[in-house]
């Protein structure tokens, strides 16, 4: 699961990365990436897209399932040193 977490937690940084460039500077990072003009899309970049998508709900998940049983949550953290 923590694998899934972390592949999640970079999708959504490469999404709020790519939103704020596009804010910022107008700039589209993902089509960038895959060759393409600002706003362009192919099936590469709606694959990122679609992407970026499920890893926001899996996190919305993740978080209101935090919410649900915070005990459970501590439990499973790792232990500070």
Do not use: C, Q
């Amino acid at each position: 699961m923590k694998k899934l977490d972390l592949l999640a937690a970079t999708l959504l940084i490469v999404g709020g990365l790519n939103w704020g460039l596009v804010a910022l500077a107008g700039f589209d990072l993902v089509a960038w990436i895959v060759g393409l003009e600002f706003g362009e899309t192919n099936a590469v970049s709606r694959i990122v897209y679609a992407l970026v998508g499920v890893s926001a709900v899996y996190a919305i998940g993740s978080l209101l399932a935090t919410r649900r049983h915070p005990v459970e949550a501590l439990s499973t953290a790792p232990a500070s040193h």
